[in-house]
């Protein structure tokens, strides 16, 4: 009966498709849509944008392979491995984590209530020696909440390990991780730990310390100590943190979390654990790198310096993504992380819109021209422009999400969607929208060619707009260009005074940072205009402070992004074969195929896995393309943290071009139609054959 009814409403439904398909308007927009792919494929930009391939294999490194100097450094090489495998601080280490997933939950239960206990004491003592009994009591307070938790632990009587491989929670944290169940159950194989007196001598030895030094720094040195352990074991752990805490951590901790993933990435490409390939593009970024660190050391002012290293630092979150990123799994666990991360930010934002609390901002408001908008959320950003940057890079991921079906489900997704665009919308950020429009629109054209309609949809909406939009935000949109608003008069003297200054120091740059750029453009600066922190203008700031090679350079950057995406994109088109991504299985053989498979089956599949490919390139990639598109009116990389995400998510981008290529299976070309001859209808090959074998009946 229930596979009745299937049949029945798959019937109905393909009824309905077959109806709207036939149509004269559909088929109208369907041809237009074709065209217009076909002129942009076909044409200058395809030319431009594609390229060949990129196959291993180098003819300089076979021959340098056989030199007596890369013998020589292998055997370097396999030297400090055995050193570090055989020293004692690693046989320490692993010692102990076996001998913590054998202990019993009850322990830590004992360990906790004896750590609080006395935390507890030592800030009663210290407050009553200080005469600070009424003051703040934060420390007291998060000893008797450890002493409160602790004490639910003591009724457990299984191990760590079996806590971890049986509980959701734990299950989370090992698909965070990368583990499975099997591989905790033999790391924790052995006697199992139930001492109790050990727990109560550690746990009074910590508690006496807290006398010295708070128990909250003695807890986060313990989960900095753990963190950086699992990074060190697995460096791919360190790029999902960066990907995660951008928003929520300070930038020198930001820096340090990415110096400490590059060595312990470096010592596992040492060891052999893990394989660096260098394709034309990290060349470039190795420029561009090479080329801000001369530009903070030869510059205007000394202060530069210091800015210089930092942007340098945060490029390093490139090569982690692009070199340690190699499996599917992983760069969907990061683009998780990014947007649960910004949703986090955004709720924040939301807050501090509805609660007016610290964080709202009104110095970036015309208050003449837009006195009915009350404030401009900053989140964690601390300028509602660098907000509205950060969220249209990361909102296109959550959108590819929602359409890909890969790393979150469609509920979760469009409710992420939701709440980044609610709180994209409160920052009042024009430069951000019109970035996320832009996107939108190369988002439909990436994604499928009757995505288009989508758009043609959207321009017959336009004579509408005013009675769906609200008043506010259609004035806030429509007032770009507009020189009665002071932030567009402010930008355009800005604009017009770098332009000045290009015109003398443009060729060779004048450094990085604000402190050349404030010894500068007072010389250059425009009566009510004397003072401004930047340029407003990405292009124009590279080109100024690290002169016309910074920009050229930074441009093929770009170039070589956008042509590994073109081209990933040809070859997905031109290819037959294709690798199945992880949960998609063949349906069972059934009487319309020869090959021991179901040929709709397999043609459904593929596409499906296509359509997955392109969706996980274009969505990085289109937020990037709404960060430039910003850059045209505000300098996107004056805060360093959003520096650090849009290198993060160019460095996605590549690696999900790179993972997907190594899942195309080279093949000849087809002589024939095929499924995969046009990639907007699923299923293509599996209706010709029915059709050919009803025909030859």
């Not at 074709?34 to 990129?54: E, M, Q, R, S």
């Not at 660098?386 to 929602?402: H, K, N, R, S, T």
Request: glycine share 8%.
């Amino acid at each position: 009966m229930k596979n009745g009814h299937r049949n029945s409403v798959k019937a109905g439904g393909s009824l309905f498709v077959a109806l709207i398909r036939g149509s004269l308007i559909i088929r109208l927009l369907d041809k237009l849509s074709a065209k217009v792919y076909n002129a942009i494929a076909g044409g200058f930009f395809g030319w431009l944008f594609t390229g060949y391939p990129i196959h291993a294999g180098s003819g300089f490194l076979a021959a340098l392979r056989n030199t007596k100097i890369w013998q020589g450094a292998g055997r370097i090489r396999h030297f400090i491995n055995r050193e570090i495998e055989e020293s004692l601080v690693c046989n320490l280490v692993t010692h102990f984590l076996k001998c913590f997933l054998r202990c019993r939950i009850r322990l830590y239960g004992v360990f906790g209530i004896t750590f609080g206990a006395y935390s507890a004491i030592a800030c009663l003592i210290t407050s009553l020696a200080d005469n600070t009994l009424l003051a703040d009591q934060t420390n007291l307070y998060f000893a008797m909440a450890i002493c409160l938790l602790s004490s639910i632990l003591l009724f457990s009587k299984s191990t760590l390990a079996e806590a971890v491989c049986k509980s959701a929670v734990g299950r989370l944290i090992l698909w965070i991780l990368d583990y499975t169940p099997e591989e905790v159950r033999y790391a924790a194989r052995g006697e199992v730990m139930y001492r109790q007196y050990w727990a109560f001598i550690w746990g009074t030895i910590f508690g006496t310390v807290s006398i010295f030094v708070s128990p909250l720094w003695i807890i986060g040195a313990a989960v900095l100590v753990i963190g950086a352990y699992m990074i060190l074991l697995k460096p791919e752990v360190g790029v999902l943190v960066l990907f995660f805490a951008m928003p929520l951590l300070p930038t020198m901790a930001l820096a340090c979390i990415t110096i400490f993933v590059f060595l312990c990435t470096m010592l596992k490409v040492l060891r052999g654990k893990r394989i660096v390939r260098v394709e034309p593009l990290d060349i470039l970024v190795m420029a561009f790198a090479a080329i801000t660190f001369f530009s903070g050391v030869i510059s205007l002012s000394n202060a530069s310096l210091k800015p210089a290293l930092l942007y340098v630092c945060f490029m390093l979150g490139y090569f982690e993504v692009v070199w340690l990123l190699r499996k599917r799994d992983w760069l969907i666990r990061c683009s998780v992380g990014a947007v649960v991360s910004s949703v986090l930010v955004s709720l924040y934002g939301i807050l501090q819109y509805f609660t007016g609390v610290e964080g709202k901002s009104e110095a970036w408001l015309d208050s003449e021209m837009f006195s009915s908008i009350s404030e401009r959320v900053t989140g964690t950003l601390e300028n509602p422009n660098m907000l509205g940057e950060y969220l249209i890079l990361i909102i296109p991921i959550a959108v590819g999400m929602l359409i890909g079906f890969e790393g979150l489900r469609r509920v979760p997704a469009l409710l992420c969607i939701g709440i980044t665009g609610c709180c994209l919308i409160m920052t009042w950020s024009r430069g951000a929208w019109i970035g996320l429009m832009m996107a939108a629109v190369i988002f439909l054209f990436l994604w499928h060619r009757r995505a288009v309609w989508m758009i043609f949809a959207g321009v017959a909406a336009l004579p509408f707009l005013q009675k769906i939009v609200s008043a506010d935000l259609l004035h806030r949109l429509t007032s770009i260009g507009d020189m009665n608003d002071s932030s567009t008069a402010y930008r355009v003297h800005i604009w017009r005074a770098t332009c000045n200054m290009l015109a003398d120091h443009g060729l060779t740059g004048i450094g990085i940072g604000e402190g050349a750029w404030d010894k500068l453009y007072p010389q250059y600066a425009f009566l009510a205009v004397e003072a401004a922190p930047h340029s407003h203008n990405l292009f124009l700031q590279i080109w100024l402070e690290m002169g016309v090679l910074g920009l050229v350079v930074f441009l093929l950057v770009l170039f070589f992004l956008l042509q590994s995406v073109f081209t990933f994109y040809r070859r997905l088109y031109d290819t037959r074969e294709l690798m199945l991504l992880p949960g998609q299985e063949y349906e069972d053989a059934d009487d319309e195929n020869t090959n021991g498979f179901s040929v709709s089956s397999y043609n459904r599949h593929i596409n499906k896995a296509k359509a997955q490919l392109r969706i996980s390139c274009a969505a990085p990639l289109c937020g990037l393309l709404a960060v430039l598109v910003q850059g045209l009116t505000d300098y996107a990389w004056y805060n360093y943290r959003v520096y650090l995400m849009f290198w993060l998510v160019i460095g996605l981008t590549s690696a999900y071009v790179r993972t997907g290529s190594s899942m195309i299976l080279e093949t000849p070309p087809a002589e024939t139609d095929s499924a995969f001859t046009d990639i907007g209808y699923a299923g293509q090959t599996g209706r010709k054959a029915r059709r050919k074998k009803k025909t030859e009946k």
